[in-house]
T-cell receptor, first 112, second 111 residues
Framework: DAGITQSPRHKVTETGTPVTLRCHQTENHRYMYWYRQDPGHGLRLIHYSYGVKDTDKGEVSDGYSVSRSKTEDFLLTLESATSSQTSVYFC???????????FGSGTQLSVL | AQRVTQPEKLLSVFKGAPVELKCNYSYSGSPELFWYVQYSRQRLQLLLRHISRESIKGFTADLNKGETSFHLKKPFAQEEDSAMYYCALLDGSGNTGKLIFGQGTTLQVKP
Protein backbone atom coordinates (compact mmCIF):
# COMPACT_ATOMS: atom_id res chain seq x y z
CA ASP A 1 0.00 0.00 0.00
CA ALA A 2 3.08 2.25 -0.27
CA GLY A 3 2.44 3.63 3.24
CA ILE A 4 -0.28 6.06 2.30
CA THR A 5 -3.64 6.28 4.03
CA GLN A 6 -6.58 8.59 3.58
CA SER A 7 -9.22 9.45 6.14
CA PRO A 8 -12.11 9.35 6.29
CA ARG A 9 -12.93 6.74 3.64
CA HIS A 10 -16.50 8.02 3.33
CA LYS A 11 -18.08 11.31 4.34
CA VAL A 12 -21.55 12.75 3.98
CA THR A 13 -21.96 16.41 4.81
CA GLU A 14 -24.29 19.33 4.22
CA THR A 15 -23.85 22.30 1.95
CA GLY A 16 -22.04 25.15 3.64
CA THR A 17 -20.14 23.11 6.22
CA PRO A 18 -16.34 22.91 6.31
CA VAL A 19 -14.75 19.54 5.64
CA THR A 20 -11.16 18.37 6.08
CA LEU A 21 -9.68 15.30 4.43
CA ARG A 22 -6.41 13.86 5.61
CA CYS A 23 -3.62 12.17 3.72
CA HIS A 24 -0.95 10.47 5.80
CA GLN A 25 2.25 8.86 4.51
CA THR A 26 4.96 6.87 6.23
CA GLU A 27 7.42 7.01 3.31
CA ASN A 28 8.92 10.47 3.95
CA HIS A 29 8.26 11.39 0.30
CA ARG A 30 8.66 15.00 -0.69
CA TYR A 31 5.81 15.36 -3.19
CA MET A 32 2.13 15.03 -2.28
CA TYR A 33 -0.95 15.69 -4.40
CA TRP A 34 -4.71 15.92 -4.07
CA TYR A 35 -6.82 14.90 -7.07
CA ARG A 36 -10.55 14.58 -7.55
CA GLN A 37 -12.06 11.92 -9.78
CA ASP A 38 -15.28 12.64 -11.66
CA PRO A 39 -16.94 10.77 -14.53
CA GLY A 40 -16.10 12.37 -17.84
CA HIS A 41 -13.32 14.44 -16.31
CA GLY A 42 -10.89 11.79 -15.15
CA LEU A 43 -8.50 12.92 -12.45
CA ARG A 44 -7.98 16.62 -11.93
CA LEU A 45 -5.34 18.16 -9.70
CA ILE A 46 -6.62 20.30 -6.83
CA HIS A 47 -3.45 21.22 -4.93
CA TYR A 48 0.01 19.82 -4.49
CA SER A 49 2.97 20.11 -2.15
CA TYR A 50 6.69 19.86 -2.78
CA GLY A 51 7.76 20.13 0.84
CA VAL A 52 6.70 21.21 4.31
CA LYS A 53 4.81 24.50 4.03
CA ASP A 54 5.40 24.49 0.25
CA THR A 55 2.12 24.14 -1.59
CA ASP A 56 0.62 25.36 -4.82
CA LYS A 57 -2.65 25.32 -6.74
CA GLY A 58 -3.71 22.84 -9.35
CA GLU A 59 -6.29 23.26 -12.11
CA VAL A 60 -9.40 23.03 -9.89
CA SER A 61 -8.35 24.73 -6.66
CA ASP A 62 -11.30 27.12 -6.17
CA GLY A 63 -13.11 26.35 -2.92
CA TYR A 64 -10.25 24.25 -1.56
CA SER A 65 -7.26 24.97 0.66
CA VAL A 66 -4.41 22.76 1.86
CA SER A 67 -1.84 22.63 4.58
CA ARG A 68 1.33 20.68 5.12
CA SER A 69 2.92 21.37 8.48
CA LYS A 70 4.65 17.98 8.63
CA THR A 71 6.19 15.82 5.92
CA GLU A 72 3.78 13.00 6.60
CA ASP A 73 0.46 14.87 6.54
CA PHE A 74 -1.26 16.76 3.74
CA LEU A 75 -4.69 18.14 4.62
CA LEU A 76 -7.34 19.19 2.14
CA THR A 77 -10.06 21.55 3.39
CA LEU A 78 -13.30 22.44 1.70
CA GLU A 79 -13.97 25.78 3.30
CA SER A 80 -17.73 25.74 2.65
CA ALA A 81 -18.79 22.55 0.91
CA THR A 82 -21.00 22.71 -2.18
CA SER A 83 -22.81 19.97 -4.08
CA SER A 84 -20.36 20.38 -6.97
CA GLN A 85 -17.64 19.12 -4.64
CA THR A 86 -19.30 15.72 -4.36
CA SER A 87 -16.56 13.50 -5.72
CA VAL A 88 -13.97 10.87 -4.97
CA TYR A 89 -10.78 12.44 -3.66
CA PHE A 90 -7.41 10.79 -4.11
CA CYS A 91 -4.15 11.60 -2.44
CA UNK A 92 -0.91 10.63 -4.15
CA UNK A 93 2.75 10.72 -3.18
CA UNK A 94 6.06 10.35 -4.98
CA UNK A 95 9.68 10.44 -3.84
CA UNK A 96 11.01 12.49 -6.75
CA UNK A 97 9.43 14.52 -9.51
CA UNK A 98 9.99 11.81 -12.12
CA UNK A 99 9.18 8.81 -9.94
CA UNK A 100 5.86 7.01 -10.19
CA UNK A 101 2.88 8.15 -8.17
CA UNK A 102 1.52 6.04 -5.34
CA PHE A 103 -2.16 6.55 -4.68
CA GLY A 104 -4.28 6.30 -1.57
CA SER A 105 -7.55 4.38 -1.49
CA GLY A 106 -9.66 7.46 -1.96
CA THR A 107 -12.33 9.33 0.01
CA GLN A 108 -15.91 9.28 -1.22
CA LEU A 109 -17.41 12.67 -0.31
CA SER A 110 -21.09 13.46 -0.71
CA VAL A 111 -22.33 17.01 -0.18
CA LEU A 112 -26.11 17.17 0.26
CA ALA B 1 -1.74 24.15 -23.37
CA GLN B 2 -0.82 20.75 -22.05
CA ARG B 3 -3.65 18.30 -22.42
CA VAL B 4 -4.41 14.58 -22.56
CA THR B 5 -7.40 13.24 -24.46
CA GLN B 6 -8.86 9.76 -24.25
CA PRO B 7 -11.68 9.76 -26.79
CA GLU B 8 -13.43 6.57 -25.64
CA LYS B 9 -15.33 6.45 -22.35
CA LEU B 10 -16.03 2.74 -22.72
CA LEU B 11 -14.36 0.03 -24.76
CA SER B 12 -16.01 -3.37 -24.79
CA VAL B 13 -14.30 -6.41 -26.34
CA PHE B 14 -14.53 -10.17 -26.12
CA LYS B 15 -11.88 -12.27 -24.41
CA GLY B 16 -9.04 -13.05 -26.80
CA ALA B 17 -9.69 -10.03 -29.01
CA PRO B 18 -7.05 -7.32 -29.53
CA VAL B 19 -7.36 -4.16 -27.50
CA GLU B 20 -6.28 -0.60 -28.27
CA LEU B 21 -7.03 2.22 -25.83
CA LYS B 22 -6.40 5.56 -27.46
CA CYS B 23 -4.52 8.48 -25.94
CA ASN B 24 -3.57 11.74 -27.60
CA TYR B 25 -1.63 14.54 -26.00
CA SER B 26 -0.81 18.19 -26.51
CA TYR B 27 2.65 19.24 -25.35
CA SER B 28 5.26 21.56 -26.78
CA GLY B 29 8.38 19.81 -25.51
CA SER B 30 9.54 16.22 -25.21
CA PRO B 31 6.72 14.41 -23.39
CA GLU B 32 6.87 11.84 -20.63
CA LEU B 33 3.78 9.67 -20.72
CA PHE B 34 2.27 7.03 -18.50
CA TRP B 35 -0.62 4.63 -18.30
CA TYR B 36 -2.29 4.11 -14.92
CA VAL B 37 -4.91 1.45 -14.19
CA GLN B 38 -7.61 1.12 -11.55
CA TYR B 39 -9.03 -2.37 -11.04
CA SER B 40 -12.30 -2.75 -9.23
CA ARG B 41 -11.91 -1.97 -5.52
CA GLN B 42 -8.18 -1.38 -5.87
CA ARG B 43 -5.98 1.69 -5.89
CA LEU B 44 -4.78 3.43 -8.99
CA GLN B 45 -1.42 2.02 -9.97
CA LEU B 46 1.17 2.54 -12.64
CA LEU B 47 0.83 0.17 -15.58
CA LEU B 48 3.69 1.44 -17.71
CA ARG B 49 5.69 4.50 -18.73
CA HIS B 50 7.09 5.13 -22.17
CA ILE B 51 10.68 5.77 -21.12
CA SER B 52 11.04 2.29 -19.64
CA ARG B 53 9.72 0.56 -22.77
CA GLU B 54 8.44 -2.30 -20.63
CA SER B 55 5.63 -4.71 -21.38
CA ILE B 56 3.42 -5.15 -18.34
CA LYS B 57 0.71 -7.83 -18.24
CA GLY B 58 1.03 -8.08 -22.03
CA PHE B 59 0.33 -4.37 -22.57
CA THR B 60 2.59 -2.12 -24.61
CA ALA B 61 2.42 1.51 -25.60
CA ASP B 62 4.45 3.32 -28.20
CA LEU B 63 4.99 7.04 -28.25
CA ASN B 64 4.26 8.49 -31.69
CA LYS B 65 5.43 12.10 -31.68
CA GLY B 66 4.20 12.72 -35.22
CA GLU B 67 0.63 11.80 -34.29
CA THR B 68 1.06 12.97 -30.65
CA SER B 69 -0.32 9.65 -29.48
CA PHE B 70 0.48 7.05 -26.83
CA HIS B 71 -2.03 4.28 -27.46
CA LEU B 72 -2.15 1.27 -25.15
CA LYS B 73 -2.32 -2.11 -26.87
CA LYS B 74 -2.69 -5.76 -26.02
CA PRO B 75 -2.96 -8.52 -28.62
CA PHE B 76 -5.30 -10.81 -26.64
CA ALA B 77 -7.56 -9.35 -23.97
CA GLN B 78 -8.24 -11.26 -20.74
CA GLU B 79 -11.23 -10.87 -18.44
CA GLU B 80 -8.93 -9.68 -15.65
CA ASP B 81 -7.95 -6.72 -17.82
CA SER B 82 -11.36 -5.18 -17.16
CA ALA B 83 -10.60 -1.88 -15.40
CA MET B 84 -10.45 1.88 -15.75
CA TYR B 85 -7.37 3.08 -17.66
CA TYR B 86 -5.90 6.56 -17.49
CA CYS B 87 -3.31 8.08 -19.76
CA ALA B 88 -1.16 10.75 -18.09
CA LEU B 89 1.39 13.36 -19.11
CA LEU B 90 4.12 14.76 -16.88
CA ASP B 91 3.74 18.52 -16.56
CA GLY B 92 7.05 19.93 -17.70
CA SER B 93 6.60 23.41 -16.26
CA GLY B 94 8.69 23.84 -13.15
CA ASN B 95 9.88 20.93 -11.04
CA THR B 96 6.58 19.93 -9.54
CA GLY B 97 6.16 16.41 -10.85
CA LYS B 98 2.48 17.07 -11.60
CA LEU B 99 0.66 14.60 -13.79
CA ILE B 100 -2.07 15.67 -16.21
CA PHE B 101 -4.61 12.88 -16.64
CA GLY B 102 -6.99 12.08 -19.44
CA GLN B 103 -10.68 11.44 -18.91
CA GLY B 104 -10.19 7.72 -18.55
CA THR B 105 -11.43 4.72 -20.54
CA THR B 106 -13.31 1.82 -19.01
CA LEU B 107 -12.25 -1.46 -20.59
CA GLN B 108 -14.81 -4.24 -20.36
CA VAL B 109 -13.66 -7.69 -21.46
CA LYS B 110 -16.56 -10.06 -21.99
CA PRO B 111 -16.23 -13.85 -21.68
Amino acid sequence: DAGITQSPRHKVTETGTPVTLRCHQTENHRYMYWYRQDPGHGLRLIHYSYGVKDTDKGEVSDGYSVSRSKTEDFLLTLESATSSQTSVYFCAIRPGQREKLFFGSGTQLSVL
Amino acid sequence: AQRVTQPEKLLSVFKGAPVELKCNYSYSGSPELFWYVQYSRQRLQLLLRHISRESIKGFTADLNKGETSFHLKKPFAQEEDSAMYYCALLDGSGNTGKLIFGQGTTLQVKP
